[in-house]
Each structure stands twice: as structure tokens, then as C-alpha cells.
């Protein structure tokens, strides 16, 4: 099924949850649901306390790499639309990073494909994040209980 409602942007600049909230509702009568994850900057990483988070992407790639996770999530689940946000550059702790909001009929449709297309994005999608600490700046490596996330929706992660 073809989500038709859908946009992604990877952006530098803060965004405002209830306004993207509300583009993405409007104009559907048919949305009875609507299940939305704010991701925002901790300000502490494996003990260490994180000044600045630094990411970067390959721009084109990255937006059709998400796209890709939506046409996937649309054929999992039955959803009217996906508005992703992702930013990157230098952020603060507690700056908005991500935002995932997804509209169906019904709650449940809603609240998994807005699991699954995190868990998607925190593996798959081309970002990378540079954490600087009081130790000095460092790569941020993929998790292995983010690997496992997607492992249940019997997705293979493909990192090291």
C-alpha cells in the first residue's frame, strides 16, 4: 500500500512538533489516529557526560534511504501518512534530533509503524554522529539492543 502523505527532511534548524503535527493531519478526515516520537540529545553516553552531538549525511542518499524504510513500513502496516524530521549539525543536550509521526484509522497501526520506522532509522539510516565529551570528541557505534530492536520485525541489521 502506498503511502501518498509522507515527507522527509533532514534539516539543521529546530522544528516545531505541533505544527508538523498538524500538516501532516490536515485535509484527512480519514485519520483517527495519530503516534508521534520526539527523539531529542542525552546529555550523557556510556558514563560520559556529551557537550555537543555532531551529525552528518550524505545528502540524496540519506532522504531516499528513509524513504525506503516508509514504502516498508507501508506494506507492514496500514497507514495514511509519515512525516519524518531529521537534523543534523551540531546539537545541544536535550535539542529536538528526530521526529517520527505517523497517521492511521486506528491507534495500533499507528503506534507500530512509528516503533518500526525508529527502529529502522536508529540502524539503517546514512547518519553519523560524532559525541564530544570532557574525554574528547568520538563516533557514536551502533548498539547491539538497536540491532535487536529491528531484529524483531525480522529485519537483519547491517552493521558490524
Avoid at 104 to 125: I, N, P, V, W
Amino acid at each position: 500500500m502506498a503511502v501518498e502523505r509522507r515527507s522527509v527532511t533532514i534539516q539543521t534548524g529546530p522544528f516545531d512538533l505541533g505544527a508538523e503535527v498538524a500538516a501532516l493531519r490536515a485535509g484527512d478526515a480519514g485519520v483517527g489516529a495519530v503516534c508521534a516520537f520526539l527523539g531529542t540529545v542525552r546529555d550523557v553516553n556510556d558514563g560520559d557526560a556529551v557537550a555537543t552531538l555532531e551529525l552528518e549525511h550524505y545528502p540524496g542518499m540519506t532522504e531516499r534511504a528513509i524513504d525506503a524504510m516508509i514504502d516498508e513500513a507501508a506494506r507492514r502496516f496500514d497507514i495514511r501518512g509519515v512525516r519524518i524530521i531529521h537534523r543534523v549539525g551540531a546539537l545541544q543536550p536535550q535539542d529536538p534530533i528526530v521526529l517520527v509521526a505517523v497517521t492511521s484509522a486506528h491507534r495500533g497501526e499507528a503506534f507500530q509503524a512509528c516503533e518500526f520506522l525508529m527502529d529502522y532509522l536508529k540502524t539503517q539510516a546514512p547518519f553519523w554522529k560524532k559525541e564530544h565529551t570532557p574525554q574528547g570528541a568520538r563516533w557514536v557505534d551502533a548498539r547491539v539492543s538497536d540491532d535487536a530492536a529491528l531484529a524483531r520485525w525480522g529485519i537483519e541489521a547491517k552493521n558490524a
